[in-house]
C-alpha cells in the first residue's frame, strides 16, 4: 500500500456553527477562518460532510465579499477534504483554483500549505518529482517567513522523502526538526508526532542501534495509546517484532506480535466506521449532482413542451405501431427460440454427461499405465538382469543362443511396453523437444547394432548409406530420431524377407547453422496396397490383420513415428505397392553443432569395480539379487538395505562410493530417503535405480537430491557406464 503523506493546515479555535446553518454572510472574517480552522478538525475526525457544508459556506462568502484570501483558503480545504476520501481528480480540480486566487490575494503564508497538500496529492498519483519541487517551495517559503508552524509540513514529508529513497542520513536529522516544530506547536497535526518517532527507530533498527529503536518505540506507545493511533501502533509493534527476532528474544517478539493483533482489530472497527461515512456522503454528493442535473434537463423540456407536443405525439403513435408489430414477431420467434432452447439444453446436458465420462476414462487410462508402467518393468527388469548375467559368466557355447535370444526377446518385450505407454503420453499432450548435441553416424550405427536379432531372424541386410556432404555433429532431439529410425527399420525388416532395407540419409538444403536432412526407410518386402496406405499409420493397426497375423507387432510403430515427426515439426510419407516393397521418407530441420561432440561409441561391459563400495537400496528380492549379482561380477563390494529406513542408517555408519536407490518403497521412499542422507553427506553420488515413469518424475529425482537416474530393465553397458560416471565425479 502507498504511504499517505501528512496534510496540513491553518489551525484555530473557535467555531460558529449557528451562523453556517442560518447562512449569515454578515458575519466577520476571523469568524468565517475560524470555520474553516474547524473544518479542518471535522475532515480529521472523518466527518466529511460536515467539513464541506463548512467549506462551502467560506467559498459562498469569500465570494459575496470579493475576499480572493478566503476563496482561496476555502477551495485549499474542500481539495483536502476530498484528498482524505481519496477523490484525487476532486482534490487536484480544487488545489488548482486554491492557487489561483492564492497567488493573487499574495496571500504568502498559507502558499505554505497549499505547497504542502499539493505534494501530498503528487504524491499519491506517484508524480515524485513535483511531489519534491511543492514540497521544497513549501519549505522556503515558511523559513523565509521563520514560521515553525508552516516549516512543519514541509520538513516532515521532505525527510519521509528522503526515508523511501533510504537516504538515512538525510532523513534523521528532519524527523527530529520536525518533532521539535510540533512540540513548540503542540495539538495542531494529529499523528505527526508519532510517524516521526517511527521513522526514527526505524532508521536506528537500519543503523543496528536497537536498543535506541527500542527506547524510542516506547515514546510511541504512550502518544498513540493517548490518541488511539491504532495504524502508528501497529507500525510500532511490527518494528519491535523485527527487532526481537533479531536479537532471538522470542518471548518479546510474540508479545508484540499479539498486541498487533490487537490493534489491527481495533484499527478495522476503526475504519469500518470511516468507510460507512466516506461512502454515505459521496453518495449524497453524487444524488445532489443527479439533482441538479435533472432540474436543469426539467426546466428545458418544460420550455420546448409546446413545440415538441405534436412531434412527441406522432413519434408515439409510431412506436406503438412499430412495437406491437415487433411484438408480434417477437412472439413468434420466441415460440421457436423456447422449442430450439429445450432441444439445445437436453443436448448439452447430454454432452456434459459424456464429457465427464470420456475425461475420467481418459484418468483413469493414464493412472492405468503409469502403474502398469512400473508393474510390467520390475519382472522385465529380473528377465533382462538374470540374462545379462548368465552371458558374463561364460555360459557354454550352446547355451549362448538362446541367452542372446532370450535378452533379444526381453529387449523386444522392453520396447512394445514403450510404444504402449509413448501412445499414452501423446493423448496426454505431454510430449515435449529437448535438444542435445550428437553424432549422427554413431547414432545410425547404434540403431543398427541393436537390430542384428530382427536381421538375422528374417536373413535380411541392412545398409547404411550417409552422403559425404551430411554433417555428422548435429544438435537436435536425439532420442526421438533414434525411436522414429528403430520403429522404422524394425518394421521394414519385419515385413522383408531375405532382403535387403537401405536408411538413406542425403542434404537437401543449408542455411547457416540449420541443415535439411532427407531421411529414407526402403525394402523390397511384401509392400502395401494403396488403398490401405491412409490406414497404417492408425493407431494399433496393421495391414497384416487381413493377412491372418503373418506378421508380429502391435501396430504402433508408424503411429508413434507421425505423432513424433508432428511434434518435430515434419511428417512422413509412404510409396509403396502390393509386392513390391515400400520407402518411407521424412524431411527434418537439425542444428549443425558449433562444439566438438564426443562419445565413445564402443561402450564396454568389462569394468573393474575393485575397491569399490555400492550400497543397493530396494525393497524387491530378486531386484537386490540381480543388481548384487552384476556389481559383484565387477568385483565391487555391495551392502543391500531393504528400506529406505535402513539405507539412512547405512549410510550414516558407514562409507560408500555410491548409493544406488529404489524410489517405491514401504514405510519410506527413496525420495525421503535421500533427503535424511543429504542432511549428513551432501557429496557421496546416488542414483536412482527405478521401473517408474520417468516424465513426471525426473525432476522431483533431481530435486530430492540424487545424483542420476537409471531405469530398469536398462542395458548392462550403460548401467556400468553410469555408476562409472558417478563415481568419477
Partial sequence: MKKKLSLFFVVHTFLWFQNVQSQDFSISKDSVTEI????????????????????????????????DSIIGEAYDCIGSTFYMMENYDKAELNYKKSKEFLQKANYTSYMVYHYNNMASLYYQLEKFEECKQQFLLSRKIALEIESTVHALGPTYNIALLYYREKKYDEAFPLFQEAITYYQSNAGQQPN??????????????????????????????????????????????????KIYQIKNDYKLSDKSLTKQIEYLELFSKENAIKLQKKTKLEQQLMDQEKTITLTKQINKAQTNTIVRTKLFSIILFILFITTSIISYLLSRSNQKRKKLNKKLIKKNSQLIKVKKKTEYASKLKTNFFSTISHELRTPLYAVTGITDILIEENPKTEQKHYLKTLKSSGEYLLALINNVLQINKFDSDEIEINTISFNLKILVGNIKNSLKYLKKENNNVIDIDIKDNVPLLLKGDSLKLNQIIINLLSNALKFTHNGNVILSIRL??????????KFSVKDNGIGISKKLQHRIFDDFYQESILLERNYEGTGLGLAIVKRLLKAMGSDINVKSNRGEGSNFYFDLVLEEASERYRTNSNVSTHVDLSSKHILVVDDNSVNQMITKRILENKKAK???????????????????????????????????????????????????LTAIKLDENKEKIYTSGMNGIIVKPFRLENFLTEIQKAISL
Fill in 36 to 67: 474553516l480552522t474547524q473544518s479542518f478538525f471535522e475532515s480529521t475526525h472523518n466527518e466529511y460532510e460536515a467539513a464541506l457544508k463548512l467549506q462551502n459556506f467560506a467559498l459562498e462568502w469569500g465570494k459575496k465579499k470579493a475576499n
Fill in 192 to 241: 505527526i508526532l508519532e510517524e516521526c518517532y517511527n521513522n526514527i527507530a526505524a532508521i536506528y533498527k537500519e543503523r543496528k542501534q536497537y536498543e535506541k529503536a527500542l527506547k524510542t518505540l516506547t515514546i510511541v506507545d504512550s502518544l498513540g495509546k493517548s490518541r488511539n493511533n491504532y495504524s502508528e501502533l501497529i507500525k510500532a509493534e511490527r518494528l519491535k517484532y
Fill in 638 to 688: 555391495v551392502t543391500v538395505a531393504d528400506s529406505g529406513i535402513k539405507a539412512i542408517k547405512y549410510a550414516e555408519d558407514n562409507l560408500y562410493d555410491v548409493i544406488l536407490m529404489d524410489i517405491h518403497m514401504p514405510k519410506m521412499n527413496g525420495y525421503t530417503a535421500t533427503q535424511n542422507i543429504r542432511r549428513f553427506n551432501s557429496t557421496i553420488p546416488i542414483i536412482a
Fill in 508 to 517: 537437401k538444403e543449408k542455411i547457416g547453422n540449420k541443415v535439411k536432412l
